[in-house]
């Protein structure tokens, strides 16, 4: 069976740093794209990074240069290390998988497998 989840979220200030971890498991995580999204109240849920099947990576304009995914075939995970956090960074961050082999599509219809969800807030 597939299953996705991740962790890490906290309540952190503005310019501290959080890595977030994503397990899967039930497919070949290099044959398929995994994707960050987060979404904060009110709002639509928004693509951050993704990491194709290639482990070639692709971000968000917000976290650009702040932003670092990463995976660990071996281990079944990928991680999005989060630097220089903002209170724009505040949501809940999912990690999800690709529907498709090799694809790292930004809309979130393109994802069939989600995980539950982990809170990060950035307040000072």
């Known amino acids: 069976q597939v299953h996705v989840a991740e962790s890490g979220g906290d309540l952190v200030q503005p310019g501290d740093s959080l890595r977030l971890s994503c397990v899967v498991s039930?497919?070949?995580?290099?044959?398929?794209?995994i994707g960050w999204f987060r979404q904060a109240p009110g709002k639509e849920r928004e693509a951050v990074s993704c990491?194709?099947?290639?482990?070639?990576?692709k971000y968000a304009g917000p976290v650009k240069g702040r932003f670092t995914i990463s995976r660990n075939l071996t281990e079944n995970m990928v991680f999005l290390q989060m630097n220089d956090l903002t209170a724009e960074d505040t949501g809940v961050y999912y990690c999800?998988?690709?529907?498709?082999?090799?694809?790292?599509?930004?809309?979130?219809?393109?994802?069939?497998?989600w995980g539950q969800g982990t809170q990060v807030t950035v307040h000072s």
């Open positions: 999800a998988r690709s529907s498709t082999y090799s694809t790292c599509a930004r809309d979130p219809n393109e994802y069939d497998f």
């Open positions: 039930g497919f070949p995580l290099n044959y398929y794209s």
């Open positions: 990491m194709n099947w290639r482990a070639e990576p």
